[in-house]
C-alpha cells in the first residue's frame, strides 16, 4: 500500500522526536539549549498547519524557539494542542488591532535608569536579559525579549543596582526578562551577591519560567549560589508560570522540590490563554496539579494588550468565571488572585466574582452569596462599628425577593 505524504511526514516526525529525545544528553539543560528548535526547524518536529506556516513566516514579535523538553510535551499532530499553541505562533499574531501597545504597562515610561522600571514605591523590576528557553507566544514583553540589542550589560545592571541602593525605600526586586536563569551562574551569584549587600532590600523575587520550559536548569551549582544568598539578609522566592496541566511534569515537580530544599518557596502565575486554559475545569486541573508539585498558586493575570495578541485575549468575564468556579473545589492555597495589570501603567488590582451585595441597613446585616451552593448568607456588623453609612446598601428588590430564604448564624 503506498503511503500519503502526511504519514510519512507523521513518520519523519516521529523518528526526529524520537531520536532528540533518546540523546544521553537529554538531561543536561546546556545540550536543551545548545538544541533548541527554531522557527524554521519547526517542521522537523510538528505537522504544521497553513496557519502556523503563515504565524511562522509572519511573526512580528519575538523570536520562535523552544527547548526540545518543552517540545516533547506538544503534540506533534494536534493544532489545538495548548503547549503547541504556547511555542508555535499562529497567524492572529500577524494582525495587530488599534488598542494594541507593544508596552501595555508603560514599563519604560516608567524606567529611572535602563532595565528597571518602578511602578511601586517599595518595588522594583530589574531586566536582568532579554533571553528565554522558550519564546511563549503570549509573552507581554516581547518588544524586548529575544532581542540582542535589548541585552543588558554588567555595568547597566550596575547602573541599576546604584539606583536601588540609592533609593532606600526600594525594599523588593523582582528580576525578569528574559528569564534570569538563562544567565550564566556566575551572573546570577554577582547579581544575587549585588542585591544582598544592599541593605535596604530584603526580597528578592526570581521570575523564571525555566521549572517549565527547562527544569533540567535547577542545578545542584545554581542551587549552592540561590542558597548561598537565601540569608538572613536576603529572602529569595520564584515566580513561575505554569499555564496547563501537561506542564506538571515529574522533572518540573523535581525542578520544584529541589528550589523547596534551599528555602525557595515557588508561586504560580499563569496568564489565562484563549483556547488553552480558559475554563474552570482547566484552571482547576492545573491548580490541583500544582498543589501535588507544592506549587502555591499566586496570580491569574488577564491577558495583556500587546500586538498581535487577539489569538490568546480573552473577555474579562472569564475571569470571574474561573474563580467561581474553583472556589469550594480546592483549598485556598490552589486559587489564584485574578489579576489585572492597568494598562497605562496603573499597577496591578485584583479582581474577584460577585458574592457580596451590599448591607441592609434597617437590619443591620450584611448580604452574600455563597460560592458553594449558591444560597444567600447574612452577618451582622458588629453594634458599636460607626461604619453602617460605608457601606452600599443592598438592592431592594433583591432583599426583598431574598429574605425568606437567608441563612445566618442561627439556622445555618
Ligand atoms: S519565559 Fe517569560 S519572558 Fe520569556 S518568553 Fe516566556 S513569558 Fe516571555
Not at 128 to 157: A, I, P, T, W
Not at 189 to 203: A, T
Not at 265 to 294: A, P, T, W
Request: glycine residues 6%.
Amino acid at each position: 500500500m503506498v503511503k500519503s505524504v502526511r504519514t510519512m511526514n507523521k513518520e519523519r516526525i516521529l523518528q526526529n522526536r524520537k531520536e532528540l529525545i533518546s540523546n544521553p544528553d537529554w538531561n543536561s539543560y546546556k545540550f536543551q539549549l545548545q538544541n533548541r528548535i527554531k522557527a524554521h526547524q519547526l517542521q522537523d518536529y510538528f505537522l504544521l498547519t497553513e496557519k502556523e506556516f503563515s504565524g511562522i513566516r509572519n511573526s512580528i514579535r519575538l523570536n520562535v524557539g523552544t527547548t526540545p523538553y518543552y517540545m516533547s510535551l506538544a503534540d506533534p499532530e494536534d493544532p489545538e494542542c495548548p503547549i503547541r499553541k504556547m511555542i508555535i505562533p499562529s497567524d492572529s499574531e500577524t494582525v495587530i488591532s488599534p488598542e494594541e501597545s507593544p508596552d501595555p504597562l508603560h514599563e519604560e515610561r516608567l524606567s529611572p535608569v535602563r532595565g528597571l522600571t518602578r511602578m511601586y514605591n517599595d518595588r522594583v523590576l530589574l531586566f536582568s536579559n532579554q533571553e528565554c528557553s522558550v519564546y511563549c507566544r503570549h509573552c507581554m514583553r516581547g518588544r524586548k525579549v529575544s532581542f540582542n540589542d535589548e541585552r543588558m550589560e554588567l555595568g547597566q545592571l550596575d547602573e541599576c543596582f546604584d539606583y536601588i541602593e540609592n533609593n532606600p525605600e526600594i525594599s523588593d526586586v523582582v528580576i525578569s526578562g528574559g528569564d534570569p536563569l538563562n544567565l550564566t551562574d556566575s551572573r546570577i551569584d554577582y547579581i544575587l551577591e549585588r542585591l544582598e549587600n544592599i541593605p535596604s532590600v530584603k526580597i528578592c523575587r526570581i521570575g523564571t519560567r525555566n521549572p517549565v520550559t527547562l527544569p533540567m536548569r535547577i542545578t545542584h551549582a545554581l542551587l549552592k549560589i540561590i542558597d548561598s544568598h537565601n540569608s538572613e539578609r536576603l529572602s529569595i522566592f520564584c515566580n513561575t508560570q505554569f499555564n496547563h496541566e501537561k506542564e506538571c511534569t515529574p522533572e518540573a515537580k523535581e525542578a520544584v522540590l529541589k528550589l523547596l530544599k534551599v528555602g525557595v518557596s515557588v508561586g504560580n502565575q499563569c496568564v489565562i490563554l484563549k483556547g488553552i486554559n480558559d475554563s474552570g475545569e482547566k484552571m482547576l486541573s492545573l491548580h490541583r496539579k500544582l498543589l501535588e508539585m507544592r506549587v502555591r498558586a499566586y496570580y491569574m493575570y488577564d491577558p495583556e494588550i500587546i500586538p498581535g495578541s487577539r489569538g490568546f485575549r480573552t473577555p474579562l468575564r472569564k475571569g470571574f468565571d474561573i474563580i467561581e468556579y474553583m472556589r469550594g473545589k480546592i483549598g485556598g492555597i490552589g486559587i489564584p488572585q485574578f489579576v489585572n495589570d492597568l494598562p497605562g501603567g496603573g499597577g496591578k488590582i485584583t479582581l474577584s466574582p460577585k458574592w457580596y451585595f451590599g448591607f441592609h441597613r434597617e437590619t443591620r446585616n450584611h448580604l452574600f452569596k455563597s460560592a458553594v451552593n449558591g444560597n444567600y448568607h447574612i452577618s451582622p456588623e458588629p453594634v458599636d462599628s460607626g461604619y453602617d453609612l460605608s457601606y452600599d446598601e443592598v438592592d431592594p428588590e433583591l432583599w426583598m425577593q431574598v429574605k425568606g430564604n437567608l441563612k445566618s448564624v442561627q439556622n445555618g
